[in-house]
């Protein structure tokens, strides 16, 4: 008994299973492609921009006498809080949890800056009164001109703890 003949001849590599083989190669190729693109993308180390004293970087916060000794103003457009100490001391502290990052906001009525990722907490200072924050919040430098006090966000000063030296005085009047 003749076998029915169910298969044509068929060209030499022009099966589905070899196109698909092919397909499968082609995929796996551009995916390799791609991994290796990434993987040197993050190694390559970041393009350092050139520090000039870009005007957009000093904010004028406002006059000696505008800011309530004992009080916190929060600067949206600078991401930073201005502190009045009770002696009349300025510090320019980052919005940035040292933990992870996440925004903290000052509650007024606790006296404490409260980060509500991993309740983290600060002192008017930025000082950790409460882990898991390693350090204190980064501050940024202040200056008082002309009884108007500027603050410098162009970088944030790195800091493990609160020093009186960085509280920035205004100069008593003659």
């Not at 180390?45 to 916190?72: L, M």
């Not at 919005?95 to 008017?124: M, Q, Y």
């Not at 409460?130 to 350090?135: G, K, L």
Request: hydrophobic share 40%.
């Amino acid at each position: 008994m003749p076998k029915p003949n169910s298969e044509k001849a068929r060209p030499a590599g022009s099966s589905r299973r070899s196109f698909l083989n092919k397909l499968w190669w082609a995929l796996g190729f551009i995916a390799l492609v791609e991994f290796i693109v990434v993987v040197f993308a993050y190694l390559r180390p970041a393009k350092s921009k050139p520090h000039s004293a870009n005007t957009n970087d000093i904010i004028a916060a406002g006059g000696v006498d505008t800011f309530v000794r004992n009080s916190v103003t929060a600067f949206v457009r600078g991401r930073f809080y201005l502190a009045r100490l009770t002696d009349g001391g300025f510090l320019a502290l980052s919005r940035k949890c040292t933990h992870l990052g996440c925004t903290v906001p000052w509650v007024a009525e606790e006296n404490k800056f409260a980060c509500p990722c991993h309740a983290s907490a600060f002192d008017i200072t930025g000082n950790v009164i409460s882990p898991p924050a390693p350090r204190a919040l980064d501050f940024y430098s202040v200056t008082i001109e002309n009884d108007m006090v500027k603050v410098d966000t162009s970088r944030p000063i790195i800091r493990s703890e609160f020093k009186a030296e960085q509280v920035v005085y205004a100069k008593k009047k003659d």
